[in-house]
């Protein structure tokens, strides 16, 4: 067969792209994503104890939703030549071919702007800032420079994804005091752990698209000991709104509890030899999983609940009115 | 020889919804922007600076 013939093969072998769907464009703003990063603007907002006219709470929380799904069009716009070479990613919008990479730019810019203008109309100009520097820092920052350069990329690059019950707090009462940015520490130090556990079973992806998470950069047994060293970092952040006048009864025994499975956890992964070598029945598996995986997928699903514990007892107890703890205050 | 600017039926199909969406989505933006300012006014709707 000649070359001719053989590249002629090759693009009739190849599916053609469908038509892009209105669908393919609510997926480049990740939702998945954006309903945890609403859920802890909304326990900001709702912290700061401010009243606030329900309405445009609501615009608060709209605002910064669309802030975080232009984020996410505007990083996969960028990142879709890494995205096409990664299983759990390469079927998203702009790696299949559905949506342009320039629709997905325009979608985002368009989006940011949007989102910030509206924050500061509606809201004030402090939440408005913060919003537009968390987008610029994702997409700028983490996306462009930090994701493909340095095995601390998640860690530097996980103050955009803690930022947002800042700015939930600063739309609600214009002012970002110490526990506002106790939130962002609680969410800023869990990171490392959640993101390098699911990194630990699926790093070969990441090897793969040549993006230097810490597994592929580090190796898996100094990732597993940084995970331990920011679990014992984030723990005690995560009990400190029980001391600063945030966290009530409620909040400290969920703090306590699931911090010390947290705990347990990442000691069990620490000591294990998740991440060590490939598993050969499972490569053909959607992530392409590492052998001996389980404590890391045990950490990963536990830092979710956890994470989602922490933020739902602060919003219950403020719903409910159970009145914050004042130990140290 | 082929029309350059034939789109496949599907295709087209799938443009005009995209284009009735963003219509959609900007129209609830006009529609947001009008009930952002009313309620950031309020009482002082009918207020004149003197």
């Known amino acids: ?329 | 020889m082929s029309d350059p600017l034939w789109e496949a039926p599907e295709a087209a199909k799938a443009r005009r919804r995209r284009n009735w969406v963003l219509a959609g989505a900007l129209f609830l933006f006009v529609v947001l922007v009008f009930a952002v300012t009313l309620v950031r006014l309020g009482g002082n709707v009918a207020s004149v600076p003197s």
């Open chain 1, 1 to 329: 067969m000649t070359t001719t013939a053989q590249s002629l093969q090759a693009t009739t072998d190849v599916e053609p792209a469908r038509a892009a769907r209105w669908s393919d464009y609510v997926l480049l703003l990740k939702p998945r994503v954006m309903s945890l990063v609403v859920f802890t603007a909304l326990t900001g907002l709702v912290c700061a104890g401010k009243p606030l006219n329900p309405f445009l709470g609501a615009v608060a929380v709209l605002c910064i939703a669309v802030g975080a799904g232009a984020s996410g069009a505007l990083n996969m716009w960028f990142d879709a030549d890494i995205d096409a070479k990664m299983r759990r990613t390469r079927a998203r919008p702009v790696p299949a071919g559905r949506v342009q990479g320039a629709d997905a730019l325009t979608l985002g810019v368009v989006l940011s702007l949007f989102s910030v203008m509206l924050m500061g109309m509606a809201l004030n100009w402090l939440a408005a800032g913060l919003l537009a520097f968390t987008i610029a820092f994702y997409a700028i920052v983490y996306t462009m420079w930090l994701k493909r350069f340095t095995p601390q990329n998640i860690v530097i690059g996980g103050a955009a994804g803690a930022l947002p019950p800042v700015i939930g707090w600063a739309a609600a009462s214009g002012t970002t005091p110490l526990n506002a940015w106790l939130l962002f520490l609680i969410i800023f130090l869990w990171t490392p752990p959640h993101s390098w556990a699911l990194a630990l079973y699926t790093s070969g992806d990441y090897a793969k698209a040549g993006v230097p998470m810490m597994p592929v950069a580090k190796g898996a047994a100094s990732t597993r000991r940084q995970i331990m060293l920011y679990s014992l970092l984030f723990v005690p952040a995560a009990l400190a709104p029980a001391f600063t006048g945030l966290g009530g009864p409620i909040y400290l025994t969920v703090a306590a509890l699931g911090g010390a499975v947290f705990l347990l956890l990442a000691a069990r992964l620490a000591f294990s030899t998740a991440g060590d070598g490939d598993d050969p029945r499972k490569a053909e598996g959607l992530y392409g999983v590492k052998a001996d995986a389980r404590p890391a997928r045990n950490l990963f699903a536990v830092s979710i609940l956890y994470l989602f514990a922490l933020f739902a007892a602060l919003l219950a107890e403020r719903i409910v009115g159970v009145a914050p703890l004042e130990l140290f205050r």
